[in-house]
């Protein structure tokens, strides 16, 4: 039997709920002057295949729930409590947090909302933002998320520096990221940037490279804008930055070679890859590649390790079925494009049993069409398909939020991304 937590004191007071043929308990624990309960819940359907892994692993059901309350209250939901838990609630301190999960069947239980994280007060890590866009990378970086049953848990990085010159990009980043953001042209507000950060983060403006754009290359207008990148890690000598694009970089050598160059040159250790957002649990065939540059003294970045592979991709039906019948509903973004089927870009219907295509920002309201109705997705269902939790809310008008949560770094992919970024500062 495992022991009692390191940490945690765990009274032994646990009750077993026997409401409803329900299998659940309710722990009182304490820690550091802070007292609470954290009551799990599991669907009695799932019992007999819980008792059966169990026994195999050799712990008690006692055991299990046990580790399961410690990971609720520490935040670190990524084993026990990925196993099917129906509904997990904590009170502690000043704290509640409520997290409603998919059972196996993978059907949906209602609300997928979380409040403020538990237990992670170390915000250690300073963080500035380039490029932020309406904040999908950098919450990826802060973590403390719910989205499709999981909970991402928060991680040590705060924000303390983020731009964009989108308006409403800036907008949906206030509202739902919590903090300040400045709205105006990079090169005029690096001056205001600190004068020394941890980590610097940016998807540098991909327009010009994109197969879908004109192509003018790192050259461009746009691309060129990494350039503010690189001006703007010279002023902040950060530990690690991270800079996201497309996959079409990878493709054009003199491009690649130009910007590697260029962060080379900074004295950064340079680590890029091209990673398949699907692989990390993000339900889309999304490709981008990540530069990671650590400075001397930082620990090599050892790139996260996917969990899924093409035939576990979360699919289309998993990720949006739970709004099928859902009609128009703008206080979600439920809301979709009225653009006939063209000729032209934009005319796939999602299969149901694949993940989704690439969410495109340029789009022009073409985006993919539903896989079961002859409408194109909504901004919801597009967030999803980009992994953003159901409670981040694009506060601008169709064709904006079509463009910032196709611009999005996938919350999901960022946090991989960071857990590595953090392993290398560690
Ligand atoms: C690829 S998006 C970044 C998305 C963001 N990383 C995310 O995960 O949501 C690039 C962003 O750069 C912004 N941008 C383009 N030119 C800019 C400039 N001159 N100054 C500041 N921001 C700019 C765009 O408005 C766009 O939001």
């Known amino acids: 039997m495992q022991q009692f937590p390191r940490v945690w004191n765990t009274t032994l007071c646990v009750?077993?709920?026997?409401?409803?043929?329900?299998?659940?308990?309710?722990?009182?624990?304490?820690?550091?002057?802070?007292?609470?309960?954290?009551?799990?819940?599991?669907?009695?359907?799932?019992?007999?295949?819980?008792?059966?892994?169990?026994?195999?692993?050799?712990?008690?059901?006692?055991?299990?729930?046990?580790?399961?309350?410690?990971?609720?209250?520490?935040?670190?939901?990524?084993?026990?409590?990925?196993?099917?838990?129906?509904?997990?609630?904590?009170?502690?301190?000043?704290?509640?947090?409520?997290?409603?999960?998919?059972?196996?069947?993978r059907e949906r239980v209602g609300v997928r909302s979380l409040r403020e994280p538990i237990g992670h007060s170390a915000t250690d890590y300073s963080v500035v933002s380039m490029f932020s866009g309406c904040g999908g990378m950098d919450l990826g970086f802060r973590g403390g998320f719910e989205v499709f049953g999981r909970y991402y848990h928060p991680l040590p990085f705060r924000v303390v520096w983020a731009n964009d010159y989108n308006h409403e990009a800036c907008k949906t980043y206030q509202r739902n990221l919590g903090h300040g953001i400045r709205w105006g042209d990079v090169w005029d507000l690096i001056a205001t940037m600190p004068e020394r950060t941890d980590v610097v983060i940016g998807g540098f403006p991909c327009q010009d490279i994109s197969v879908n754009g004109k192509r003018a290359g790192v050259n461009g207008s746009r691309s060129g804008l990494y350039r503010a990148m690189i001006e703007g890690i010279k002023r902040v000598r950060p530990k690690v930055f991270v800079a996201e694009n497309v996959k079409a970089l990878l493709k054009h050598e003199r491009w690649l070679?130009?910007?590697?160059s260029d962060f080379s040159t900074l004295g950064y250790v340079l680590h890029y890859q091209l990673y398949q957002a699907a692989d990390f649990g993000v339900p889309q065939t999304r490709e981008r590649v990540f530069f990671?540059?650590?400075?001397?003294?930082?620990?090599?970045?050892?790139?996260?390790?996917?969990?899924?592979?093409?035939?576990?991709?979360?699919?289309?039906?998993?990720?949006?079925?739970?709004?099928?019948?859902?009609?128009?509903?703008?206080?979600?973004?439920?809301?979709?494009?009225?653009?006939?089927?063209?000729?032209?870009?934009?005319?796939?219907?999602?299969?149901?049993?694949?993940?989704?295509?690439?969410?495109?920002?340029?789009?022009h309201g073409n985006i993919q069409f539903h896989y079961l109705y002859p409408r194109r997705i909504s901004m919801r269902e597009a967030a999803r398909i980009q992994s953003f939790p159901d409670d981040f809310v694009f506060v601008s008008g169709i064709r904006e939020i079509e463009r910032q949560v196709g611009n999005a770094v996938p919350p999901i992919l960022a946090w991989h991304v960071a857990n590595s970024v953090l392993a290398s500062l560690r």
């Open 15 to 105: 009750f077993r709920l026997r409401v409803l043929r329900h299998l659940g308990y309710i722990f009182l624990m304490k820690r550091h002057g802070q007292s609470g309960r954290v009551v799990i819940d599991v669907q009695p359907e799932l019992k007999r295949r819980l008792y059966a892994s169990l026994s195999l692993s050799g712990s008690t059901l006692k055991d299990w729930f046990i580790r399961a309350a410690e990971e609720l209250c520490d935040g670190t939901d990524k084993g026990v409590l990925s196993r099917p838990v129906k509904y997990a609630k904590t009170t502690l301190g000043n704290a509640t947090a409520l997290r409603v999960r998919e059972d196996s069947s």
């Open 292 to 363: 990671v540059g650590t400075a001397p003294g930082a620990e090599p970045f050892v790139p996260p390790r996917p969990e899924r592979s093409a035939a576990t991709w979360m699919t289309a039906r998993e990720a949006i079925s739970d709004l099928e019948k859902l009609g128009r509903t703008g206080s979600i973004n439920h809301i979709w494009s009225e653009a006939k089927r063209s000729p032209e870009q934009g005319n796939r219907n999602l299969v149901a049993d694949r993940p989704g295509y690439t969410i495109r920002a340029e789009c």
């Open 257 to 260: 070679q130009q910007v590697v």
